[in-house]
């Protein structure tokens, strides 16, 4: 790391614990979280006093850089049937600058320019300083209606347009009963109605593991500590809480692995769609097994990567053999949405696809490179890791509502089965829709797509 980028995080980190220092009592620039120093009664009224300008200003930041406004995709909606997929670009292009122009232009000149749209660059939390999960209204209001039981936090709200997030409740589909389609009944699964939901469908072990996941435990917002950010002491959190029904609703955290505060990267909800397909688990992590992803998560999202501080609030520690094992064995039950017009090898059956389509898989495996890293034939992923490289087009060390833009580094590739359905995306779901990730894409891999290909390529991805 570079001196002067160094300085950059020392004073970014200084900063943001001054920031902080009125509303929350934990210095956030430290390895370890040092134990509270305020009463909750002081940071709750700090809190609720900034949180008005806290949201301001992400709307304002959301605003500059993308067109929010409702504007679906004719006759296309998510597999559950409720939901329409929004379309279009909404990343907003610098003044004077299109992107067929942008395309042309090479990364230093658009990084001396400062011309790569601020849709492009990492987004931050809604409030990076204190960080922590953030859940969806809906999400919310559902846990609360079932269970009696609140993740509705004092400091902050979710950030994004409802459009822009995932059909709630999400449908689920089995592998081990592909003839019953969703099976959620149009409910989202939680400790109240999993058994009768699930009962005759999956096995004891199964079921027991089902259990497990929609058991609520301490979180680091979420517990009975004076540092919680919920008004009541809490139960906590679910591993289902995120992974709505075993899929995603767009609820958002930051990175545990990565310190000072400022730096830590926004990190979306990843859908469990798929699970028995993927070797690898975690942004950064590369965890090698779900055993090992459940294990650990415990111990590191739950708790921002600090054990200690998990330690003290009420640590849960799943037994290898008989509670990690069950939990996993659920999760990779769990499939991905019927795509009718693929065939077995994932390539599209050239009776059921129009011509647009085929043009766009055409694409997707050759001149615009998607299908190097998403490989039809495993679930449209590679399991590994690859670093885009994106700083190439913009000055590191800048900062955005308290957050430094730094390199994104390694992320492991995504699953584009069921893609439709996963709003926002990349890793921080920085982009809103299909032809946002297509303009990236085309911008970082130097392709230079027609606007005719971009088209069928989204076409093409909508029926994956």
């Known amino acids: 790391m ?96 299109t992107w067929d122009s942008l395309a042309a232009m090479s990364p230093d000149e658009i990084r001396e320019r400062g011309l790569l749209p601020a849709g492009f660059m990492p987004l931050p939390h809604v409030k990076q300083a204190t960080g922590g999960q953030v859940f969806p209204n809906r999400e919310i209001d559902e846990i609360q209606r079932q269970e009696g039981r609140s993740l509705r936090r004092f400091d902050v709200d979710f950030d994004l347009p409802d459009r822009f997030t995932p059909e709630f409740p999400p449908p689920i589909f089995l592998t081990t009963h592909p003839e019953l389609g969703d099976v959620s009944r149009g409910q989202l699964l939680t400790i109240k109605n999993y058994y009768e939901l699930m009962n005759g469908i999956i096995t004891p072990v199964q079921m027991e593991g089902l259990r497990i996941l929609l058991t609520p435990f301490p979180q680091e917002e979420f517990n009975q500590t004076e540092d919680r950010k919920v008004a009541d002491q809490s139960l906590g959190v679910t591993c289902l809480d995120c992974h709505s029904n075993f899929h995603t609703n767009a609820a958002f955290h930051q990175t545990p692995d990565v310190r000072p505060q400022s730096a830590r990267f926004r990190l979306d909800t990843t859908s469990l769609r798929g699970m028995f397909n993927q070797q690898i688990h975690g942004s950064k992590r590369s965890l090698r097994s779900v055993e090992d992803f459940s294990e650990f998560e415990q111990r590191t999202a739950y708790f921002n990567g600090d054990h200690v501080s998990a330690t003290r609030k009420g ?22 949405p019927p795509a009718p017009k693929l065939d ?26 998607c299908g190097e890293c998403h490989i039809a034939q495993t679930s449209f992923m590679d399991n590994n890791m690859h670093d885009l490289k994106l700083e190439r087009f913009y000055p590191v060390g800048q900062t955005v509502n308290d957050m430094v833009m730094l390199p994104d580094g390694p992320i492991k590739t995504f699953t584009l089965r069921g893609i439709k359905d996963s709003p926002p995306y990349m890793h921080d779901g920085r982009l809103l829709t299909l032809a946002d990730t297509v303009e990236f894409f085309n911008l970082v891999l130097g392709v230079k797509l027609t606007q005719q290909e971009k088209d069928a390529l989204v076409a093409y991805m909508l029926n994956l």
């Open 315 to 336: 640590v849960h520690l799943p037994d290898r053999p008989n509670q990690v094992a069950m939990m996993a064995q659920m999760q990779n039950m769990i499939d991905f």
């Open 344 to 369: 077995p090898f994932g390539k599209l059956d050239p009776a059921k696809a129009t011509e647009q389509e085929l043009a766009g898989e055409r694409v997707f495996f050759g001149k615009g490179r």
């Open 2 to 97: 570079s001196r002067s980028l160094r300085g950059t995080l020392l004073v970014t980190g200084a900063v943001l614990c001054s920031l902080a220092a009125l509303s929350d009592p934990l210095p956030p620039d430290t390895t370890y979280r040092p134990l509270p120093t305020l009463p909750l009664s002081e940071v709750r009224a700090a809190d609720e006093a900034q949180k008005p300008q806290v949201m301001q200003r992400q709307a304002d930041l959301l605003n500059q850089r993308y067109d929010l406004s409702d504007r679906p995709i004719p006759g296309v909606m998510m597999s559950g049937g409720r939901k329409p997929v929004q379309g279009g670009v909404r990343v907003k292009l610098p003044s004077g600058v």
